[in-house]
C-alpha cells in the first residue's frame, strides 16, 4: 500500500458525459501527479501540482483539467468523454517538487462507452 | 530529459540474477537515473536511483559506469513475482515532463 488514495476504482460512462477522478496523496506529500494509461499509449503525464499550483504540464487534453485543493487532494477532471479515454488513470505523490520518488495510488480504471 | 533505450522484453528463470540495462547516451551533469517497476493493473512503484557507481538497496543493484551513459538495474535470485515491466528514467529534479517510455517486460519462467 503507497498511501496515495484513489476514487472511484472503477467508473463506467458514456460518451460526451463529464466525469471527476479524486486523489488523497500520502501524508505529507506536496506534490500530486496524474498520468493515464492505455493499452496502446503506455503510460503518459498529464500534469503535476504542488501545493495547490500547477507545476508541470504534460500531454493533457484541453476538455481534462485538474486541480489541487488546500488539503492537497486532487481531482481530475475528464469532460466529452470519447471511446479513447478509456483507461487507467493513475495518480502519484511526492515530498516536494522533484518527479524522481513518487508513489502511485492504485488507479481509476474509466471505460467509455 | 534524456532519450533512453531499453530492451523491449526479457525472459529468464527462477532464482537467476537478472540484469536489464538502459542506455542513455546523452545524459546531463544534473541528471539522476531512476527505476520503477509495475505490475498489471497497478501504479509503477519505485525501485532504486543513483548518480554514479553503485546504489544497493533492499531490492535491487543500480550499476553506473564512469562516463554514466548507461545504467543496469540487477535483480538477484529472481521469482515469478518479478515478472513486470522494468521503466528506466533519467533527468534532473527539476524536470517539467516525465516520460516513461515502453519499459523492458521481464517474464521470470519456473
Known amino acids: 500500500d503507497s498511501g496515495v488514495t484513489q476514487t472511484p476504482k472503477h467508473l463506467i460512462t458514456a460518451t460526451g458525459q463529464r466525469v471527476t477522478l479524486r486523489c488523497s496523496p500520502r501524508s505529507g506529500d506536496l506534490s500530486v501527479y496524474w498520468y493515464q494509461q492505455s493499452l496502446d499509449q503506455g503510460l503518459q503525464f498529464l500534469i503535476q501540482y504542488y501545493n495547490g499550483e500547477e507545476r508541470a504540464k504534460g500531454n493533457i487534453l484541453e476538455r481534462f483539467s485538474a486541480q489541487q485543493f488546500p488539503d492537497l487532494h486532487s481531482e481530475l477532471n475528464l469532460s466529452s468523454l470519447e471511446l479513447g479515454d478509456s483507461a487507467l488513470y493513475f495518480c502519484?505523490?511526492?515530498?516536494?517538487?522533484?518527479?524522481?520518488?513518487?508513489?502511485f495510488g492504485p488507479g481509476t480504471r474509466l471505460t467509455v462507452l | 530529459l534524456a532519450k533512453t533505450t531499453q530492451p523491449i522484453s526479457m525472459d529468464s528463470y527462477e532464482g537467476q540474477e537478472v540484469n536489464i540495462t538502459c542506455s542513455h547516451n546523452?545524459?546531463?551533469?544534473?541528471?539522476?537515473i531512476t527505476w520503477y517497476q509495475q505490475f498489471p493493473s497497478q501504479g509503477p512503484r519505485f525501485i532504486i536511483q543513483g548518480y554514479k557507481t553503485k546504489v544497493t538497496n533492499e531490492v535491487a543493484s543500480l550499476f553506473i559506469p564512469a562516463d554514466r551513459k548507461s545504467s543496469t538495474l540487477s535483480l538477484p535470485r529472481v521469482s515469478l513475482s518479478d515478472t513486470a515491466v522494468y521503466y528506466c528514467?533519467?533527468?534532473?529534479?527539476?524536470?517539467?515532463?516525465?516520460?516513461f517510455g515502453k519499459g523492458t517486460r521481464l517474464h521470470i519462467l519456473p
Open positions: 546523452n545524459i546531463a551533469t544534473n541528471d539522476y
Open positions: 528514467l533519467v533527468g534532473d529534479w527539476g524536470l517539467d515532463k516525465i516520460i
Open positions: 502519484a505523490s511526492s515530498v516536494g517538487r522533484a518527479w524522481t520518488e513518487q508513489f
